[in-house]
């Protein structure tokens, strides 16, 4: 019995181990070739997996021999593990595999990392790319991963050199908002620049950026020529605004010196999307394009004593978005006093009144003031708006509207009129860039119709939520319908 109670427990745990290769769920390069050396932080972007067969993955992008400050030990040298753990494949047998010219489509055998783990092969083998940068460019790499025919094929390269082999990777407050630390070198605290496939020395970035709402630089950034300090990008003597470049105008870089960085402003003008393009051989950056988005969040929270959650974090009301920078909520309210906090704790950015204790007149705005963090930074105000005994118990809807940095709290509208249903699914229209944006209620569908001002149909189109809408230069009527709602129409100009 003790017997074969040994060989099952045996089999099961061959099966966990062949399972735990054959079927991993990303895989990631690591090594200085990708801007670090060995910190699971510094992997790689996440290879894609097949559709059809989970065992295999595939690589479309560039890999260098590296040009900035690594451990010239194993300079070059780099391997695949499965993301926030060691486990990986390596080249079979027991020494290094560097890469050449011959092995473009040709079948490369590979081994995982249990095999030297379980004593069968001792090796810890790594791949490697030339010191004579001849093996520098853009691959294609098929990886099959599963037991018995793990294999890696460069199915194509393209040589591309680079003074940049590791990339360019943007680090600093805009991009730590998972909340789970503010250490700039964390993974998922940091952005790998995308590389240009025409210019090899070229880099972009397009994407969201927000100021943070932790740590101590929260809007600060600035860029690092690998997964570490040393080499680095500033944008001169001096921090510097990201909405004060001007859109498609270079602006120089310094490379070292001051240790200043770009900074998104604290007031939120710099939340955003942002397309921007940096030149690091001429040492410039150019804003291609930049949308304010006042906030993507989808819901904020009211919490105090007089709503229904009382001052617990936890039991806050949600105010929905209805539309851009829009958010609204319908309920009770108590006498006392209140603020909006951005998720439902305390230690995150919230929106308060600009004197204390500020009375809430029904049907009149108040001014919103942000404050990021006055808790864990000591600064700025708490002031609270406050519903008077007055109107205690009555049913309200509060409106906070990011465009105009308002509060305004009034009755709410009997709901027999039709009317709250009604605004509840009208939009935001407004122009930028040559476009015409329509951003709706999430889940909603629309139908928009534009017509010119002499009365002909020049687009049409049916849409959930928001959409964009390319027009030549000129002045248009847009009628716009959610399904079961009545047509809104506004006269726009681009």
Sequence with gaps: MKQMKTLLTAAL?????????????NLFFIGSPFGGEWSLDARSEAFTKDADDPTIFYYDGYIGYPTH?????????FKIVDGPAWNGFHPAGSSNYMLSMDDVNK?????????????????????????????????????????GNRTMTITSFTKAESQFTQGLFLMGGPFVNNGEGTDWLKYNNFVRMERDRDNADLFHFRGYMERAQWGNEPGMFKILTKHGWGTEFHPGESNVALTSYTIGQAQTMTLDGNDTKWELPENGSGNGYWEFTVDPVNKTMTVNSFTHDFDYFTEMYLVGAAMPGGWEAADAVTLARTSRGVYTWTGTVTAGDFKVIRKKNFSSGCYVANTENEAIVLGTANNLKYERNYMLHNSGNDYK????????????????????????????????????????QLATVYVQGGQLFIDGV?????????????????????????????????SYVLTLTPAGGQPQTVKVAL
Aim: proline letters at 4%; charged letters at 20%.
């Design 442 to 474: 999430a889940g909603t569908d629309y139908t928009a119709s534009v017509y010119s001002l002499d009365g002909r149909e020049v687009s049409r189109a049916a849409f959930t939520g928001s959409t964009a809408i390319a027009l030549p230069q000129g």
């Design 107 to 147: 079948t490369l055998q590979m081994k995982t990392t249990a095999d030297y783990n379980n004593g069968t092969d001792p090796g810890d083998t790594k791949w490697g790319l030339p010191a004579d940068h001849s093996m520098d460019g853009w691959y294609n790499i098929k990886f099959t991963t599963a037991p």
């Design 69 to 77: 400050e690594v451990n010239d030990k194993e300079r070059g040298l």
């Design 385 to 424: 708006f406050v519903i008077g005994e007055a109107d205690a118990n009555k049913e309200v809807t509060i409106t906070m509207d990011l465009n105009t940095m308002t509060l305004l709290v009034e009755e709410a509208k009997n709901p027999s009129t039709g009317i709250d249903g009604i605004e509840a």
């Design 13 to 25: 745990c061959g099966l966990f181990s062949v399972s735990a290769f054959a079927w991993p769920d």
